[in-house]
């Protein structure tokens, strides 16, 4: 017999960056959320200094979860050149989300500048593979190699397979899973020339479950993790690790959207907060943080996980005890 606690918790699934209640037909009625949230303050960042010298390549860095790695990476002592397509025009089938723009590329650079490292700020789209070579070479040139390439950028349009429209469904699978490539492809020779390297992907707990209203967005995160179990067959002989990490809610501008909240059937963050909490074991905490992913990311880029290669990590209260895999 089911508690009350599960019985709210009957029903629910967390999608790849949030959680669905009941079917897609509830969540037509819900209001639109008008605003895109503003950025919120950072917490405050530790600098054990474990990247001293080393030269990271992160995508998606204007905002959210890349920006949090980009200054934690530099934090540690590592130049970075941070990566974005940094303009809305260029990327917009999703209905209730937006990318990065350049104000927000330009305040996430000068955070990063604060810790004194060298920043490269480069404007490129994950789905060009050429765009992404030039910027490899061009981070090779000016800080000197590539050793650890995290592979962030990531787009999502909410939809049904039945609703989705191809555009969206291409626009998804193109970001998350062609970006995912490109970025591997153009930085592989250089973690080559360095004689070892770390990649590190965003994929999702949408990557390890299917999760209703999130079609394209759970297929390119079940993508991101088998494509991280290759790289890794692949790569481990050039001394490069391959892993991935799955975050469940995040507090960013994707996960706090008006898309993200239609497909959850609210409208605020605090009824998104209410919603986590049941299937959360660490729960009462609503979304992590994106300083919480990119501590993550720093273990895995750091020497403390130089030999775990092909995994992922789960970073999501415990969401994924829910789950077998
Ligand atoms: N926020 C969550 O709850 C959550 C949960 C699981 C996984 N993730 C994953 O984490 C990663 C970061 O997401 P976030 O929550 O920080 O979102 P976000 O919207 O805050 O940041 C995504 C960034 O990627 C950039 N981007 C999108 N398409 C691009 C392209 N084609 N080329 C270059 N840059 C591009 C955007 O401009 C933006 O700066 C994504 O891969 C996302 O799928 C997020």
Not at 97 to 110: G, K, L
Not at 158 to 167: I, L, M, N, R, Y
């Amino acid at each position: 017999m089911m508690n009350s606690r599960r019985d709210m918790v009957k029903g629910a699934a967390m999608t790849a960056t949030g959680i669905v209640l009941g079917a897609m037909s509830s969540l037509k009625s819900q209001p639109a959320v008008a605003q895109q949230p503003t950025p919120q303050p950072r917490e405050s960042i530790s600098t054990n200094r474990l990247l001293v010298g080393k030269v990271a390549f992160v995508t998606g860095a204007a905002r959210g979860i890349g920006r949090a790695i980009a200054e934690l990476f530099a934090a540690n002592g590592a130049n970075v050149a941070m990566l974005d397509i940094a303009d809305p025009s260029r990327l917009n089938s999703s209905t209730g989300y937006r990318v990065a723009n350049m104000a927000e590329f330009d305040q996430a650079v000068a955070s990063v500048q604060r810790y004194g490292t060298k920043v490269l700020k480069i404007q490129v789209d994950v789905r060009d593979l050429a765009g992404m070579q030039a910027a490899a070479e061009r981070t090779n040139r000016e800080l000197g190699g590539i050793d650890i390439v995290v592979a962030n950028a990531g787009y999502c349009a909410w939809h049904s397979f039945e609703d989705g429209t191809t555009k969206q469904w291409e626009d998804v699978i193109d970001v998350n899973v062609h970006g995912v490539f490109n970025t591997a492809k153009a930085t592989i020779p250089f973690l080559k020339q360095r004689r070892g390297g770390r990649i590190v992907n965003l994929a999702s707990v949408g990557g390890r479950a299917g999760f209703a209203g999130n079609g394209a967005y759970t297929c390119s995160k079940w993508a991101v993790i088998g494509m991280t179990k290759q790289a890794a067959q692949e790569l481990g002989k050039y001394n490069i690790t391959v892993n991935a990490i799955a975050p469940g809610a995040v507090n960013t501008p994707l996960y706090r959207s008006e898309g993200q909240m239609r497909s959850m059937g609210v409208s605020s963050a605090a009824e998104q907060d209410k919603l986590i909490d049941p299937i959360s074991p660490l729960g009462n905490a609503g979304a992590v943080e994106p300083e919480d992913i990119a501590r993550t990311a720093l273990f895995l880029a750091s020497d403390a996980a130089k030999t775990i290669s092909g995994t992922t990590i789960d970073n999501a209260l415990g969401f994924n005890a829910s789950y077998t895999a």
